[in-house]
């Protein structure tokens, strides 16, 4: 099989949910993923991921980069320091990584992910 480029545009089904109940901080986020590309490992992902305003708790196991094309996030770190992003802010996301996401305004990001296996 010859390996092909993967648009992240058109439309696909997203998968929807919400944040567990115990991790939910304040509001009533939704969000909808829209996986465009999974490696043959699985361990690399890539597409679109959008959210209604909310916070909750998060904790990384992968590594991910993300691009704002809408919206305004706060990502705060168990550390208290505190990054906000909106839309064409880019940034990384490590592995092991603990704290808060907060939507301010409802996003778009487009992710790149890689969870390596173990």
């Known amino acids: ?3 092909r480029i993967v648009p992240l545009s058109g439309s696909i089904e997203a998968e ?3 944040p567990a109940a115990d991790r939910l901080v ?4 939704h969000h909808a993923v829209s996986n465009y ?3 043959g490992t699985q361990q690399f992902f890539a597409g679109r991921w959008s959210s209604t305003c909310g916070t909750w708790r998060v904790r990384y196991t ?4 993300c691009v704002m ?4 996030v706060i990502i705060t770190g168990e550390d208290g320091l505190a990054h906000t992003f909106a839309a064409g802010d880019a940034f990384v996301i490590p592995a092991g990584f603990s704290g808060t996401w907060e ?7 487009i ?3 890689f969870e390596a296996r173990t």
């Open 1 to 3: 099989m010859t390996p």
């Open 16 to 18: 929807l949910s919400a």
């Open 26 to 29: 304040a509001g009533n986020p």
């Open 37 to 39: 590309f999974t490696d």
């Open 62 to 65: 992968e590594s991910e980069l």
């Open 69 to 72: 094309t809408s919206g305004r």
């Open 103 to 109: 939507v301010l305004e409802d996003c778009t990001k």
């Open 111 to 113: 992710y790149a992910i």
